[in-house]
């Protein structure tokens, strides 16, 4: 007994097919022929179109305060230092806001979203800064 591919029994798929390709005829080749799907169109559903509000300036979302706080430890000059480093602030800008945290104990830096807000108190924070953040009314 013979394995199938050495059987000479021929498979005829398409009797055009058969014309055009010769190896059909030899015993164990197999072709798939297929049909390409069609492609589809998508359609659109109608549906309900709700109108947005415009929201008013107050309506935004809130803002966080970075706060620092006047402490004992750090020299004036290392915090302008770091307001620079951190806020990208010129010199006179970051001795503005250290003279106010001296002066009146605290001075708002930022009004941020508050994953900006998170940053930068962190930063601060890592230079020894006593920093906090406050959600903005």
């Known amino acids: 007994m013979g394995s199938p591919l050495q059987s000479s029994a021929k498979i005829t798929i398409c009797p055009d ?3 055009k390709f010769h190896l059909l005829d ?3 080749v197999i072709f798939y022929v297929g049909v390409m799907a069609e492609t589809a ?3 659109i559903q109608p549906g309900i179109v709700e109108p947005t509000e415009d929201k008013p300036k107050s309506g ?3 803002g966080y305060l970075v706060i620092c706080w006047n402490d004992p430890v ?4 290392y915090v302008t230092h770091v307001f620079q480093v951190v806020f990208g602030w010129p010199r006179k800008k970051a001795e503005f806001h250290m ?3 001296h002066e009146q104990g605290k001075s708002v830096l ?7 807000a998170e940053h930068y108190v962190h930063q601060l924070q ?6 906090t953040m406050e959600r903005d009314e």
């Open 17 to 19: 097919l058969d014309s």
């Open 26 to 28: 030899k015993p164990g």
């Open 41 to 43: 169109t998508p359609q």
């Open 60 to 62: 935004l979302e809130p």
């Open 74 to 77: 750090n020299f004036m000059d």
């Open 99 to 101: 003279l106010q945290v």
């Open 110 to 116: 930022a009004r941020e979203s508050l994953e900006k």
């Open 126 to 131: 890592k230079y020894t800064l006593h920093a």
